[in-house]
């Protein structure tokens, strides 16, 4: 499936995850590091997620030794779920609040998202309970992971196995990072789901 096909179709589901604008890490010797350089925002299956810049991740490079099946960690649309699950790590799951500050912070007006997601955006009435903060569990995490790489065309075998190596192995990258490690990620990211939305 060619870019064009596969933006339509995930349009058609409800998908706005758009390729992230970042940079590479400096000093970093394993080469995979980089950097947001503008604020991200995105939506898929209810959940609303806000990214602040400065927030760096490795697209999906644990562990090591799946980084042959991964192949290029940040290029290419099917490489968003890894960034997405990265988030999801990086926080623990759990960003801080929704706050009017955010919103202002992440003006879609001047964004290049679709015009659906606009009208969603704002329609969601933010501030009335139909927007709440969520906090996703890792089992939650890497099952929505699965499911984006789906829904971004990555194949049955690939996905399947990437999943299956995380389940097994990607417990330690969910809790060993520090405390202030994961506070510092927590500062840069809102993530939040449509009332009636199920995480699961």
Same mark, same amino acid.
């Given at each position: ?41 995105? +939506? ?46 990086? +926080? ?20 290049? +998202? ?7 955006? $704002? ?31 990555? +194949? ?6 990437? $999943? ?37």
């Amino acid at each position: 499936m060619n870019d064009e096909k596969l933006i339509t179709s995930l349009y058609n589901k409800g998908i706005y995850l758009p390729v992230p604008n970042v940079k590479p890490v400096q000093n970093d010797i394993t080469g995979r590091l980089v950097e947001l350089e503008e604020d991200y925002y995105g +939506c898929f299956y209810g959940i609303h997620i806000f990214i602040e810049k400065g927030f760096v991740y490795d697209g999906g490079s644990k562990p090591e030794f799946s980084w042959g099946l991964i192949g290029s960690a940040h290029t290419g649309y099917d490489k968003i779920p890894c960034f997405i699950h990265d988030v999801l790590y990086g +926080c623990m799951g759990q960003g801080k609040p929704l706050t009017i500050k955010t919103l202002k912070h992440f003006d879609i007006n001047h964004s290049p +998202c679709p015009p659906w997601v606009h009208d969603n955006f $704002y329609n969601l009435d933010f501030f009335s309970g139909k927007l709440t903060d969520t906090r996703f569990k890792r089992n939650e995490a890497d099952w929505k992971w699965l499911e984006l790489m789906d829904d971004f065309s990555v +194949c049955w075998s690939k996905r399947n196995a990437m $999943y299956s190596m995380v389940r097994t192995f990607g417990n330690s990258a969910w809790h060993d990072s520090t405390m202030v490690d994961i506070e510092k990620d927590r500062k840069l990211i809102t993530i939040t789901k449509e009332f009636n939305t199920a995480i699961k």
